[in-house]
Each structure stands twice: as C-alpha cells, then as structure tokens.
C-alpha cells in the first residue's frame, strides 16, 4: 500500500549551506516556497498523515543564549517530529558564563557533529556572527532587536490561513496593524518583512518613541492614533512591551528601573495603546487578532480579548511548528 505522505510533495525550497538569518530582502518567490511547504506541513499535522522523518539520524541542536519557552519547545517538537535528534544547550547554564563567547561555543557545538544550529541571542547580529564562523546551517531563532524570521514566517501563515489567502499567500488589500513597543521588536521586523513583501499594508502603531517613523524604512506606514487605524484593520498584533531592552544600547540596563517607570504611565499606556474588549467591538467583523507571546493580559491586550472569538494566537504557535518542520527540513534539503 502506498503511504500517504503530503511532505514529499511539498514545493522545492532549500536553505541548504546557508541556513535562515531573516527575512528583510528575500524575494515573494522564496517567501511563498517557504510558506507553501509551511502550509503543507500544517496540513500534514491536522490530518495525521504520517510525516516522512527527514531528519532522521541529523542533530539538531537549539542554542539558547536568552530565555524562551515557546520558540525552543516549538523548534525541539519540530525536529522530533521529522525524525532528528535535539540538543538543548541553554546560555545560562553555559560556558558563556565562563567567559567563552557565543562564536566559540557555537564551534565547540558544531565540532560535535551537529547538523543545524539554532541559535537565540541578546545581541543583533550574533546569529549571522555564528553562521560566518560554522559550516553547518544556522537558523536565527531571534537575536535582539533584529530578526525572528520562524515567527514572521508563522504570523504570516496564520493570517494567511485566518484569511483564506494561503493557496497563493497574495496579501494584496489586507492590512495589517502592528501595536506597541515595535522599536525593539525583532518579530515586528520580521512580520513586517514578510506581509509587505506579499503585498499586504503594514502600519504600525504605538507612542512616537514605540513606534519612531523611522520605521518608515522597512516598507510600512506609521500611525500613533490606534483608535483612527482600527476600523480598517484586517489583523491587528499586539506586541508586549520589551522592558528589558529599553535602555540597553545607553550602556548598562536596569530592567527593574525601567520597568517601575515605565508602569507609572501604564494607565497612559493602556487608554491609547491596548487593545481592550471595548477597542476589539470597534474592529471589522472579519478582523483577527494576534499576538506571537508571551502576552501580558490585561496591560496590552484584554483577557477576553486574546481569548475571545478573533483570537488567532494558538493557532500561531501551531503555525510556528509546521513552519520551523519547514525551514529544517530545507536546511538539511539538497540545494
Ligand atoms: C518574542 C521574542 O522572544 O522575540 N516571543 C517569541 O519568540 N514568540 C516576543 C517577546 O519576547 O515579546
């Protein structure tokens, strides 16, 4: 009997030699190639067709230099899924914390016979610095202010799939609101990458120095007034506030400083900027709401809200291992 297996028809895309470190500047082309064998893969879990394991007797090993909870659990569940074999190498429990830098321990993993590296980090670039120095392909699970380019590829599958544009993952006429701290998001740069590049309208949206219109530059549009952008919105992301990078690039950072000041105006920042059960009445019917986590109910985002009927937020983290089963198998896919 033939198996039944979506995965081996699955469009031909390869990150083969290079890997995933973003997703500002790849072509629609590329783009919808991951995102159909995403969507494939997505497909494959619902209907428990059995998945070919790709990655049988690979090793794929996550290095985690900064927390996460969702994103790791979501690439080990992905490359157990297709067969390989993970290494969980957490930052804090480290050489780095032995004065090794990320380069090196990066290395050291490699040289124990690794075939894809993941790799999360605090600093904007360090998963590039890791690619140049290693052979085996790095995949960027966010690093920084910079990129997440997994979960921009998963907010864009789950809009696609909430707006029924996932045949083609043509975005043209949708739009998109991002809302909150998008100046140190790396997922909003990524999102933002991709949903533009597919077409669709991405304004952001936020106080000037959450939402700078130097913003403007990555192809989106800049709004400080939420409640004017609402009614036309086909999606709308919620962001939470990244405390612990506010003040970072001035030297060193007092997240708790921060933090306490910051909730000084959080009453100022929930009457312009959150999205409260009262904002969500005022959205199309049609309008979906997301949000990558991890959420702080009841500051940017009602509880009612991120559990209510719009809410598209679990079935994004569905999407984030469907698309990271995706961009590993292209990793180790012959170019
Ligand atoms: C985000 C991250 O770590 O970049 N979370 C995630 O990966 N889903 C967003 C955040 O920390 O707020």
Redesign the pocket.
């Known amino acids: 009997m033939p198996t039944r297996s979506t995965t081996r028809s699955t469009p031909d895309i390869t990150l083969a030699g290079r890997g995933l470190l973003g997703l500002a500047g790849m072509p629609a082309a590329e783009l919808r190639g991951l995102l159909k064998a995403s969507r494939e893969m997505r497909r494959a879990m619902d209907d428990a067709v059995r998945i070919e394991p790709v990655l049988a007797r690979r090793v794929v090993a996550n290095l985690f230099f900064?927390?996460?909870t969702?994103?790791r659990t979501s690439f080990s569940v992905a490359a157990r899924r297709l067969g390989a074999e993970v290494v969980d190498l957490m930052g804090f429990a480290s050489s780095v914390n032995k004065g090794e830098t990320l380069v090196d321990t990066a290395l050291n993993v490699e040289a124990m016979g690794i075939d894809v590296l993941v790799v999360?980090a605090r600093q904007s670039g360090a998963a590039a610095d890791i690619a140049r120095a290693v052979r085996c392909p790095v995949v960027n699970?966010?690093d920084g202010r910079h990129e997440?380019p997994t979960?921009g590829l998963l907010d864009t599958l789950a809009l696609a799939i909430a707006a029924g544009r996932e045949e083609d993952f043509d975005l043209r006429g949708l739009r998109v609101a991002i809302v909150g701290?998008v100046a140190n998001?790396?997922?909003a740069r990524s999102a933002i990458a991709a949903m533009t590049t597919l077409g669709a309208r991405v304004v952001c949206v936020g106080p000037p120095g959450m939402a700078p219109a130097g913003l403007k530059a990555m192809g989106c549009e800049v709004s400080h007034d939420l409640d004017a952008v609402l009614p036309n919105l086909d999606a709308v992301m919620m962001?939470?506030i990244?405390f612990e990078r506010h003040g970072e690039e001035g030297g060193k950072s007092d997240g708790a400083d921060k933090r306490a000041s910051a909730f000084a105006s959080i009453r100022e920042y929930r009457a312009f900027y959150a999205l409260t059960a009262e904002r969500a009445r005022r959205l199309k019917p049609a309008a979906v709401v997301m949000h990558?986590?991890?959420m702080n109910r009841g500051l940017e985002i009602d509880g009612e809200v991120a559990d209510g009927p719009r809410s598209i937020i679990l079935a994004q983290v569905t999407c984030?291992v469907a698309v990271r089963m995706a961009v590993l198998r292209a990793c180790v896919s012959p170019a």
Request: aromatic fraction near 0%; hydrophobic fraction near 15%; charged fraction near 35%.
């Open positions: 900064e927390d996460s969702r994103t999360r699970a966010g997440h979960q701290d998001s790396r997922v962001l939470r990244q990558p986590g991890p984030g």
